[in-house]
T-cell receptor, first 112, second 113 residues
């Protein structure tokens, strides 16, 4: 079962910051949050991941609440090419392996 | 560097047949994972291989199997195909079997008729 909840769709104006929320209220202390996106007809693309600290890379920023029950992915200056389905994922740790539990994702549409 | 290559890109099979899909990971990557993506179920984990050993398996019937070769290339096989097996099958590779840093291929679109 998915461990994350995301809004099914969102719109954002080109050039503005896109803020994508994710709820993961049942996350455990050692479970990472990952974000991937999938552009139509392509395989998912890694964006960013984090455990409890905020993270930033060349693509996006990840803000995780102090209680770790939710997070927000921020695309600082959205372009039309950022239109995609964005997945918030929890990495679950097993006895000797890891597994990514994918949610349903948010379809982000960037409008000119 | 070359990305993850999946072949074939498209495939049409008949119910009851079997199919083999191939995945060539990024050079140097030893972990290969397979996912099934359908409109109704989204992305579902099938299995993960690391250095020719299956390290992790999702909740799919035994008709779904896979293997990894010494050069890290992987194949997955589905026997006795059912209509519900129609999906996009995605392969992802990473350096280690730690669940991060995946690079996905473009997938194989399987249609069962």
């Amino acid at each position: 079962d998915a461990k994350t909840t995301q809004p099914p769709s969102m719109d954002c104006a080109e050039g503005r910051a896109a803020n994508l929320p994710c709820n993961h209220s049942t996350i455990s202390g050692n479970e990472y949050v990952y974000w991937y996106r999938q552009i139509h007809s392509q395989g998912p693309q890694y964006i960013i991941h984090g455990l409890k600290n905020n993270e930033t890379n060349e693509m996006a920023s990840l803000i995780i609440t102090e209680d770790r029950k939710s997070s927000t992915l921020i695309l600082p200056h959205a372009t039309l090419r950022d239109t995609a389905v964005y997945y918030c994922i929890v990495r679950v740790e097993g006895d000797s392996n890891y597994q990514l539990i994918w949610g349903a994702g948010t379809k982000l549409i960037i409008k000119p | 560097k070359a990305g993850v290559t999946q072949t074939p890109r498209y495939l049409i099979k008949t119910r009851g047949q079997q199919v083999t899909l191939s995945c060539s990971p990024i050079s140097g990557h030893r972990s290969v994972s397979w996912y099934q993506q359908t409109p109704g179920q989204g992305l579902q984990f099938l299995f993960e291989y690391f250095s020719e050993t299956q390290r992790n398996k999702g909740n799919f019937p035994g008709r779904f199997s896979g293997r990894q070769f010494s050069n890290s290339r992987s194949e997955m096989n589905v026997s006795t195909l059912e209509l519900g097996d129609s999906a996009l099958y995605l392969c992802a590779s990473s350096l280690e079997a730690r669940g991060y840093g995946y690079t996905f291929g473009s997938g194989t679109r399987l249609t069962v008729v």
